[in-house]
C-alpha cells in the first residue's frame, strides 16, 4: 500500500513498443493478425475486395490526420517516409494499409466478369507493383525498427507480395518460387511459436502458400501436375488463393476454348443440335465439367451447399453462353 505522501506511479498508454529505450525503440505488429482480421471484418470474408479496398482508404485517412501527416491541403506535397519518420508504430500502419489498398485493387480487376482486358491488366499489375514497393518499403522499415518477430513477419509479407506480382505476370516462376518458399519457411518458424492463435493463423497461411509453390514448380518443371490435381488445390478457400485460382481459371477457359473447336454439335433427348457460336461451345464444356462432379465418384461425400453451389456455377455458365 502507498504511503500518504508517496507519489503513486500511473501507466500511460503510448506506442507499442517491446523495449523502454527512448532514443531508438523497437516497436510490434502482429502483422499477419491484424491483416487477418481487418480482411475477415471488411469484406474479404466474401470476396469482396472493393469493400477491403474502402476501409483501407479510411484507415488511412484516418492515420495521416491522426499523425498530422498530410500532403497539403490546396497543392499536393508528397511527403517520404524513412526511418527517421517512424517516431511510432501507427507510421509502420501507415505503410502496411497502402500496400494492403493497392493490393486489394489489384485483386479487385482481377473479379471482373470476364477476367481484366488488355488495358486493365495492365492497370492492375501496375496496382500490385505498388503493393511490392510498399511492402518492401514496410519491410525495410520494420528492420530498423520493429522487433526481431515484427521483422520477419513484414519479411515473409515483402516476399509474398514479391511472389504474387511474378505469378501475375507469368514469368520469372524460379524467381517466384524463392519468394514464396521464403515467407513459407518463416510462418513455419513463427507458427512454432507465441500465442496459439497466432500459430493456427502462421499454419493456415502455409497451406494457403502451398498451391502456389506447388503450380510454380509445374511451371518450371520441377513437378508433374496433373489438371485433376489443379482442380482440386483451386477448390481451398482463402485470400492467399484467389489470384492462384484466377490463373486456374484462365488456363482451363484457354484449355475449353482449343477443346470446343472440335465441339461441333450436342445430343439432347435423343435429338442432335448443332453449335455453331464459339461462346455457347465453351459454356456448354464448362457445364459438362460441372456436370461431372454432381455424378463423379466423390458426388457423394459433397455436402448440400457444395453441390447447390455447382448448381448456381452450372446455370450461369449456361446462361452466359
Known amino acids: 500500500m502507498a504511503k500518504e505522501n508517496e507519489p503513486i506511479a500511473m501507466e500511460v498508454d503510448g506506442p507499442k513498443s517491446s523495449n523502454s529505450d527512448p532514443i531508438n525503440p523497437r516497436f510490434s505488429i502482429n502483422v499477419l493478425q491484424l491483416l487477418k482480421s481487418a480482411q475477415m471484418q471488411h469484406g474479404l470474408r466474401h470476396g ?98 520493429g522487433d526481431s518477430r515484427t521483422s520477419l513477419e513484414a519479411e515473409a509479407y515483402a516476399s509474398y507480395m514479391n511472389g504474387l506480382l511474378l505469378f501475375e505476370q507469368d514469368r520469372n516462376w524460379d524467381t517466384a518460387l524463392k519468394n514464396f518458399i521464403s515467407a513459407r519457411a518463416v510462418y513455419e518458424e513463427l507458427g512454432k511459436y507465441g500465442a496459439l492463435e497466432n500459430q493456427v493463423l502462421c499454419r493456415e497461411r502455409v497451406e494457403e502458400l502451398e498451391p502456389s509453390i506447388r503450380y510454380c514448380r509445374h511451371k518450371i518443371g520441377e513437378s508433374n501436375l496433373k489438371t485433376s490435381e489443379l482442380l482440386q488445390i483451386g477448390e481451398m478457400d482463402g485470400p492467399a488463393l484467389d489470384l492462384f485460382k484466377a490463373k486456374l481459371e484462365a488456363a482451363m477457359a484457354e484449355a475449353r476454348s482449343q477443346q470446343a473447336a472440335s465441339l461441333t ?16 461451345r ?19 461425400s459433397l455436402p448440400a451447399e457444395k453441390k447447390l453451389a455447382v448448381f448456381d456455377k452450372n446455370f450461369y455458365s449456361i446462361s452466359r453462353g
Not at 465453351?282 to 457423394?300: C, M, N, R, T
Open 282 to 300: 465453351v459454356a456448354i464444356l464448362k457445364a459438362q465439367e460441372l456436370e461431372k462432379d454432381l455424378h463423379g465418384p466423390a458426388a457423394d
Open 265 to 280: 454439335e450436342f445430343h439432347w433427348l435423343g435429338h442432335r443440335f448443332p453449335i455453331s457460336n464459339a461462346k455457347t
Open 48 to 145: 469482396d475486395y472493393a469493400r477491403y479496398r474502402r476501409y483501407c482508404t479510411a484507415r488511412l485517412r484516418r492515420l495521416y490526420k491522426s499523425l498530422k501527416f498530410t500532403h497539403g491541403r490546396s497543392k499536393y506535397t508528397r511527403r517520404a517516409i524513412n526511418e527517421s519518420t517512424v517516431t511510432e508504430v501507427r507510421y509502420l500502419h501507415m505503410v502496411l494499409y497502402t500496400a494492403e489498398r493497392a493490393w486489394s485493387h489489384a485483386m479487385e480487376k482481377r473479379q471482373l466478369l470476364d477476367g481484366p482486358n488488355a488495358k486493365q491488366r495492365i492497370y492492375l499489375i501496375g496496382r500490385l507493383r505498388k503493393a511490392v514497393k510498399w511492402a518492401d518499403l514496410f519491410s525495410r522499415l520494420c528492420a530498423a525498427k
